[in-house]
């Protein structure tokens, strides 16, 4: 595995052990907290290699804690477009990952939420692999081809982020398609399963959004 970057958001992480075990299961990953998400890490005994943001949602004690340890600190002004999770991808893409996984990405606010699964298109774009990853699922998005190991009825579902998506074809889903176009709107690929243990997932143009549950 080449180089692996997690950034923890500031969403919802119901299981922290979750969180300590997929950070774990990477030898000598790059940590990079959105602001306030660094406290999951002080909680769990673990040190970001790098906290961005504006700092308005972490404690001064803490960001010196980390400081201390060696984390670096990069700050933004309170007044900035982007969010605290964009900029922690944005410094993420300046160390030319070959992975990038987000974690604390979902549930809290929902304009934050929608933020952070937007932010996949981004990764997208630039051709880097990254996934959104919860407890019960997993999200990103392509523009070209996916291939998806798992589970005989596992549920996955196709979201167009483009206005449309062309060229959709599935093989090994219990729904196959093939030329297939989704558009915003017409939310017609939820909830399809895969059939066996395997299925391929491709776009001829546009951007998809794919969510795998985990389990059935």
Same mark, same amino acid.
């Given at each position: 595995?080449?180089?692996?970057?997690? #950034? %923890?958001?500031?969403?919802?992480?119901?299981? /922290?052990?979750?969180?300590?075990?997929? #950070?774990?299961?990477?030898?000598?990953?790059? %940590?990079?907290?959105?602001?306030?998400?660094?406290?999951?890490?002080?909680?769990?005994?673990?040190?970001?290699? *790098?906290?961005?943001?504006?700092?308005?949602?972490?404690?001064?004690?803490?960001?010196?804690?980390?400081?201390?340890?060696?984390?670096?600190?990069? $700050?933004?002004?309170?007044? &900035?477009?982007?969010?605290?999770?964009?900029?922690?991808?944005?410094?993420? *893409?300046?160390?030319?990952?070959?992975?990038?996984? +987000?974690?604390?990405?979902?549930?809290?606010? =929902?304009?934050?939420?929608?933020?952070?699964?937007?932010?996949?298109?981004? @990764?997208?774009?630039?051709? =880097?692999?990254?996934?959104?990853?919860?407890?019960? @699922?997993?999200?990103? =998005?392509?523009? $070209?081809? @996916?291939? +998806?190991?798992?589970?005989?009825?596992?549920?996955?579902?196709? #979201?167009?982020?483009?206005?449309?998506?062309?060229? +959709?074809?599935?093989?090994?889903? $219990?729904?196959?398609?093939?030329?297939?176009?989704?558009?915003?709107?017409? /939310?017609?690929?939820?909830?399809?399963?895969?059939?066996?243990? &395997?299925?391929? %997932?491709? =776009?001829?143009?546009?951007?998809?959004? %794919?969510? $795998?549950? *985990?389990?059935?």
């Amino acid at each position: 595995m080449g180089k692996m970057i997690f #950034i %923890i958001s500031g969403g919802v992480i119901n299981d /922290p052990q979750f969180l300590y075990d997929e #950070i774990k299961s990477v030898t000598n990953p790059v %940590i990079i907290c959105a602001d306030g998400a660094a406290q999951r890490l002080k909680e769990l005994d673990m040190a970001p290699d *790098f906290i961005v943001g504006d700092m308005d949602s972490i404690d001064e004690d803490i960001l010196r804690y980390f400081e201390a340890g060696g984390s670096k600190i990069i $700050r933004y002004p309170g007044d &900035k477009d982007e969010t605290d999770t964009q900029l922690a991808l944005e410094r993420a *893409f300046e160390m030319d990952p070959d992975e990038i996984r +987000i974690l604390g990405a979902l549930g809290g606010r =929902v304009d934050h939420m929608l933020a952070n699964i937007s932010l996949l298109v981004m @990764c997208a774009k630039r051709g =880097v692999a990254a996934k959104i990853v919860d407890k019960d @699922c997993e999200l990103l =998005v392509i523009d $070209r081809v @996916c291939v +998806i190991n798992g589970r005989e009825g596992e549920t996955v579902s196709l #979201i167009p982020m483009s206005t449309d998506v062309s060229g +959709i074809t599935l093989k090994g889903f $219990r729904y196959p398609l093939s030329e297939g176009v989704m558009e915003i709107g017409r /939310p017609y690929g939820v909830s399809n399963r895969l059939s066996g243990t &395997k299925g391929t %997932i491709s =776009v001829k143009s546009g951007y998809l959004l %794919i969510i $795998r549950q *985990f389990g059935v």
